[in-house]
């Protein structure tokens, strides 16, 4: 008995369901894959052109490749049955600009990475082999870089199969307190993002925040710069004009605390929550104000005393703590370093 079918379909994978003696199919895309689904072998990883014999599908189950035409099967059945034939759509294939918030190691070779991404949010990604030595992207896909890649949708993960490197933004990683801000930064977007779903805003945000820290610009600064317009993206920005409580517009000459648990500044009248409560000074109060409306490069040419940055600082934390329910894990590691710059400070003075 011999069959014959007719398959309109391209860039698709032709799978071959049971063993068969032989099978010619005519190939008119050359993107096809030929895949035997009963063992799992990959017969043809792509048919260069039509006019083509696959060794090893040969060497399987007798598959020929030729003849031009629309994909077209015509199956012999010897002793087995015959074969059946079937197109399955191929993995799509997308490019994507991309910086990678996080990695962690999988198996012998691979790597899980997360992307973000302007197009599709936050993406989980598989780079396969890439700890091989042999790997020729291994040091490519690293964080506090801004990369062009090429993925395949997959099941679980999508797949990584090319990168390219648009922006490095090495100066930043020379710097531990610039490396420690540039991993708070990728945290926190790693944390407030959903997976595909699409915020490019978010993503520019991001990479304006390292290429400010490449640039040399106070990591102190690009991170409450950052914090204050993450928050604002995300519809959470912290009120700084008016009472949380009663509305009323602040005033100069009055006494000023700060409430994450109301999202901002309370004045003096009101007595808000029973705890969560902390004072806020006048100099505090502005400088959180600038970081809303003042353009980056003004924020970078500001004079302000120490004692205020760290008191916006203390603000800012807490408010995002409580935003996300806890303080992000990577600010252990920024204090630790910033403790040890003012040590090695304080010895050589």
């Known amino acids: 008995m011999v069959a014959a079918l007719l398959i309109d379909a391209r860039g698709g ?38 006019e083509q014999t696959c060794a090893a599908a040969v060497a399987c189950c007798g598959v020929t490749l030729g003849g031009a035409g629309t994909v077209a099967a015509l199956i012999g059945s010897a002793g087995r049955g ?3 034939v079937r197109i399955v759509p191929a993995p799509h294939r997308y490019a994507t600009d ?20 302007p197009g599709s949010g936050k ?41 390219e490197v648009i922006h490095p933004w090495l100066r930043l990683r020379d710097d531990l307190v610039s490396f420690g801000t540039a991993s708070y930064m990728a945290e926190l977007a790693d944390r407030t993002q959903e997976e595909r779903h699409a915020t490019e805003s978010v993503y520019v945000l991001l990479k304006r925040g390292y290429e400010l820290l490449d640039a040399g610009m106070a990591p102190g600064r690009v991170a409450r710069w950052f914090e204050m317009h993450l928050a604002q993206e995300l519809g959470i920005r912290p009120e700084v004009d008016r009472c949380v409580e009663c509305g009323r517009l602040l005033e100069v000459d009055e006494r000023y605390r700060w409430v994450p648990l109301l999202g901002g500044v309370l004045c003096e009248r009101c007595p808000g929550p029973p705890n969560g409560i902390a004072g806020l000074s006048l100099e505090a109060l502005k400088l959180l104000k600038a970081y809303q409306r003042m353009d980056v490069e003004a924020l970078a040419a ?3 005393r120490p004692e205020v940055e760290m008191e916006v600082e203390g603000a800012m934390r807490a408010f995002l703590a409580y935003t996300l329910d806890r303080s992000p894990k990577s600010l252990a590691f920024l204090d630790e370093v910033r403790a040890g710059e003012r040590a090695r400070s304080e010895t050589r003075t």
């Open 98 to 117: 991309a910086i990678v918030l996080s990695r962690f190691d999988y198996g012998e070779a691979d790597r899980i990475l997360t992307l973000l991404t």
């Open 13 to 50: 994978r032709i799978a071959i369901l049971d063993e068969a003696e032989d099978l010619l199919l005519g190939v008119r895309d050359e993107r096809a894959e030929i895949e035997h689904v009963g063992s799992g072998r990959h017969l043809a990883g792509s048919v260069a052109g039509p």
């Open 82 to 84: 015959g074969a059946t």
């Open 302 to 304: 500001l004079r302000v």
């Open 123 to 163: 993406v989980r990604a598989i780079a396969k082999g890439i700890r091989r030595p042999t790997s020729r992207v291994g040091g490519s896909l690293e964080p506090f870089a801004e990369l062009r890649l090429a993925l395949a949708h997959g099941r679980t993960f999508d797949v990584v199969t090319q990168v």
